[in-house]
């Protein structure tokens, strides 16, 4: 049976992706991820013992919260300097798990259609990229809550 034009243009089309598809190695991608994760980690490990110096008589869930806080400050700026997109290249999953991938993903959805307007642009796409996040959170907290309150008979 003869091929047809679609499928000699499809089976050219397809040698031609993988001639010129980057071959990236899942053993490289992981150590990468891991590293790059775990120095994201430490960073941040840092900070909140930073801030515990600083200030010794907060409690250590204000103290998390500072840290989360400059955590997300530093990635948004990043992203703004165009450094956080490169790293991210480098790093995958390590870099974009965290709270700083969240920060990224917001902060360059509303950078990236900040021409449409305030409103219109900055706002519409960066709570587009919110809302999805914030629906799964209170799905799965308020499911992981209900197995709780079943196997344990409390809530916490």
């Not at 790059?36 to 010794?56: E, H, K, R, S, Y």
């Not at 509303?110 to 914030?134: C, H, N, Q, R, Y």
Request: hydrophobic share 50%.
């Amino acid at each position: 049976m003869e091929k047809t034009a679609t499928q000699l243009r499809n089976e050219r089309y397809s040698k031609y992706v993988d001639a010129v598809s980057p071959q990236t190695s899942a053993v490289k991608s992981l150590l990468h991820s891991f590293v790059l994760g775990g120095i994201t980690c430490v960073i941040a490990q840092i900070v909140n013992d930073l801030f515990a110096l600083a200030m010794p008589a907060t409690e250590k869930e204000m103290i998390a919260t500072f840290t989360l806080m400059t955590m997300v400050t530093v990635a948004i700026f990043l992203t703004g300097l165009g450094v956080f997109d490169k790293l991210a290249r480098f790093g995958g999953a390590g870099l974009f798990l965290p709270i700083t991938g969240f920060a990224n993903a917001i902060s360059s959805a509303s950078m990236e259609f900040k021409a449409e307007g305030l409103i219109f642009g900055t706002s519409t796409k960066m709570f587009s990229v919110v809302g999805p996040v914030v629906v799964n959170g209170v799905v799965w907290s308020t499911l992981a809550g209900i197995i709780h309150l079943i196997i344990f008979g409390r809530i916490m």
